[in-house]
Structures are given as structure tokens and as C-alpha cells.
């Protein structure tokens, strides 16, 4: 899972993103209909009729563009007005039969529709309809509790390094459920866990040495790297059993399950680690810089020589920085970052990418002041559609609020 490294610009981890739904003002949001814009004097406008949403029955909030079939719209976009409950829509588009608008990003079922339009006396009938949450917040955190660092098991469990008051309280399990119970004790923070097909939990944190735990069980030392240089803080299993692992380090480690060691070089402060399809993949800094580097691997799990997969710098921000990633079984790449719009898409093959959700994981404006950007820590997949995000409290914020995990709904199935 994501690397911690110190030298990556850590910052505590405090407070989550401060997941209100209404952090999203639309630009068109009201928070109720207006008074009827029908004007007694002039000749009235017949009024709207809405016969068809699409999608049908629901769409992501504050996300998908949704398109209403009917008719005596005005295709004048800006005057029509679409009402999600007490909130407004944006308009996207408008004819006389068909209108496009995006909803405000506050989720909930049998949300009525209803379209106004200047000059009609009487709004459209109702239209029920379910707006899901694009994400929301998950696993019961508490106010004084912050999460280091996560991984995931085959049957979507999450597993979090955790912090209570600044003392380590060991690994918390989280089901699928949100219900949560004790894994293993530790006194330790962690900067990489991976959950072995053994029931064991694997961790690093920043030494030469990757640890384990049995559930209940104490700190096991599994492998001890030399030289003593060696600095592990990311970690992460592929099919075979092996454990890969990197830091800091001129090389990157495969631990085979007999704990048999090879090596592979590798020049840079490695913050993911993550193979996917016949690849190893990793988030690093190399000469100042972030990417994400591709391996490919033999079926012996032997690297090749490593080539730039995705220019962080290039196509984020020449700043950014980057310590999480996760794949989708059809190839897409997420790459958490700690940018306004903190994770990116690359498209399968890496030919392209785009902003997860534009704006809508963005931090709020508080007293007309907007809240820095929450930098991501750590991705990893739960049961699909959910991919599962942990975030560092924003610069200059202050603590006291909960620090969530947060499920995004990806709607699409993960690469465990």
C-alpha cells in the first residue's frame, strides 16, 4: 500500500477532507424555489412537462449530467430552472424538449424534480428520483483518532494503522459494514501495511526490516534487509505470494513467501507500490519529481528496466506530490495526490487521464476563505464499487474535527 516517507512532505494526519455535502455550492444552488416567475401582465407560457430522466432512477450527485425529456421548455438554458428537492441544478443545456443539468451534490432517494420556466404560471409535476452519494464518509472515526495508513483484504475488510490523542493504538479492522474491532496492539505508527492470503498483516515504518502480525498476536520481525541503510515504507503482494517493497533506497525488494530476498535497481524515494497485469508499478520521486514508473515483470517475477508510466509533474503540477494508488480491474489508475482535485484517472495504457470528479472533493470555503487542499495518504479497494480514501488534515487547518475514511463510488470493480 502507499508510502509514508518522511522526506515526502508528511503532514499530520488530522482531519479528512471535512466530507460536508454542501461543501459544494453550486453556483446555481438555492436552497428553495423561487417565488413563480410568471408575470400576471404578460401572455403566459405554457406550462413544463417532464415525460423522462435519463439515467433512469438515479445518478451521482453533484457528478452526472442529467438529461430531462418533455416539453414546453424554453431553449433559452437560462431560463429554465431544475429544482432537486429545495436545491437548484446547473444548466448545462436547454431545447424545447430537452433540458441537460448537472444536480447539487447532496445525495438522498425520492428527490422530486420539477422544472420552471420564466414565463409559465406553474412549475412541471414531480419527478422522484434517487441521487447516490459520489462519496461519503465511513468507519466511525473519532475526533481525537487519526488514520496512518490502510489496506485491504480479499473480502473488502479494511485494515488502518491508527492514532488516538498522537499515541499509536495498534491496527483496527473495518468491515465492509463500518463495524470496527481490534486487529493487533502496537505502540508503533505505520507507513505501509498489506494484508497477507496468510490472515497476517504486514506492515513497514521507515526501518530495514518489514514486520507481521497475527490477528491478536504480537510484532513478528518477518525479513531483516541489509545494509542497514535500507529504509522500507511501502508495501504490497502480487498474485504469487510475493511482498514488494520500497522506500528510499537505490533498489526495489520481492520477498518471496520462503523470505528469500531479490533485488532490483531503482534510484528514488518510492511512496506506492502496487503490481498490476504482468507490471510493477510505483509512485516516486526521482531528481525532485514525481511519476509513476512501470516495471515489467516475467512470470519468475523478475523486472525489467523501469520506464515513466505517468508524469505527475508534467500532467498534475510540476509540485505535486503523490504517496497513493490503486488500480481498477479494467486498468484504470488512480493516483491520490495533494492538489485541489486530489485523485487523478489515468486511462487504461495511460494515454490519457482526467480529474476524479471535478470539484466535488475539493475542500470547502470557511468564512470566505478557502480551506487548502487535503493531500491523499492512501487508497485501497473495498467491495466494488468502493474505493476507500484517507487524507492529511489541510495545511493550516486546525484540529478538533473527526478524521474519516471516506468511500468513493467509483462505480466501477478494483485490483486487489
Known amino acids: 500500500m502507499a508510502s509514508h516517507e518522511p522526506t515526502t512532505r508528511r503532514r499530520s494526519l488530522a482531519g479528512i477532507l471535512f466530507p460536508l455535502l454542501a461543501i459544494l455550492a453550486w453556483s446555481g444552488c438555492d436552497t428553495g424555489p423561487a417565488e413563480s416567475l410568471y408575470t400576471p401582465d404578460d401572455p403566459s407560457k405554457p406550462d413544463p412537462v417532464v415525460t423522462a430522466v435519463e439515467p433512469a432512477g438515479s445518478a451521482l450527485a453533484g457528478v452526472d449530467i442529467i438529461r430531462l425529456t418533455g416539453q414546453n421548455f424554453s431553449a433559452v438554458a437560462e431560463e429554465n430552472y431544475v429544482y432537486f428537492g429545495p436545491k437548484r441544478g446547473t444548466l448545462i443545456s436547454a431545447t424545447p424538449t430537452t433540458i441537460e443539468v448537472r444536480s447539487p451534490a447532496t445525495p438522498g432517494d425520492d428527490i422530486p424534480i420539477r422544472v420552471q420556466v420564466i414565463g409559465a404560471e406553474n412549475f412541471s409535476d414531480a419527478v422522484d428520483y434517487r441521487l447516490e452519494a459520489a462519496y461519503e464518509v465511513f468507519g466511525a472515526i473519532g475526533k481525537v483518532e487519526e488514520l496512518r495508513s490502510m489496506t485491504t483484504d480479499a473480502a473488502g475488510n479494511m485494515y488502518v494503522s491508527m492514532v488516538s490523542g498522537g499515541t499509536s493504538v495498534g491496527f483496527k479492522k473495518i468491515a465492509p459494514d463500518g463495524s470496527r474491532s481490534d486487529f493487533a496492539a502496537s505502540t508503533f505508527q505505520w507507513n505501509g501495511l498489506a494484508a497477507g492470503s496468510d490472515g497476517r498483516l504486514y506492515g513497514a515504518r521507515n526501518l530495514r526490516a518489514v514486520f507481521r502480525f497475527a490477528e491478536g498476536g504480537a510484532q513478528e520481525t518477518w525479513v531483516t534487509l541489509t545494509p542497514t541503510t535500507v529504509r522500507i515504507s511501502a508495501l504490497a503482494f502480487d498474485a504469487n505470494g510475493n511482498l514488494w517493497a520500497g522506500g528510499a533506497n537505490t533498489e ?165
Open 252 to 416: 526495489i525488494f520481492r520477498l518471496a513467501p520462503d523470505k528469500t530476498v531479490a533485488r532490483f535497481p531503482f534510484d528514488g524515494v518510492v511512496t506506492a507500490i502496487r503490481p498490476f497485469a504482468g507490471h510493477l508499478y510505483v509512485v516516486a520521486q526521482v531528481a525532485g519529481s514525481y511519476g509513476v514508473w512501470r516495471f515489467p515483470m516475467d512470470g519468475a517475477g523478475n523486472l525489467g528496466t523501469a520506464s515513466l508510466y505517468f508524469d505527475i509533474a508534467a500532467n498534475v503540477g510540476a509540485a505535486a506530490t503523490s504517496e497513493a494508488l490503486a488500480f481498477a480491474a479494467d486498468g484504470s489508475m488512480y493516483v491520490g495526490t495533494d492538489q485541489a482535485d486530489p485523485v487523478v484517472i489515468v486511462a487504461p495504457g495511460g494515454a490519457s487521464h482526467s480529474i476524479l470528479y471535478p470539484g466535488v472533493m475539493r475542500q470547502p470555503v470557511v468564512g470566505g476563505t478557502q480551506v487548502p487542499p487535503s493531500p491523499v495518504l492512501d487508497l485501497a479497494w473495498g467491495p466494488d464499487p468502493f474505493l476507500y480514501a484517507i487524507q492529511a488534515r489541510p495545511v493550516g487547518t486546525l484540529a478538533g474535527d473527526a478524521v474519516p475514511m471516506i468511500r468513493i463510488n467509483t462505480r466501477k470493480s478494483g485490483s486487489r
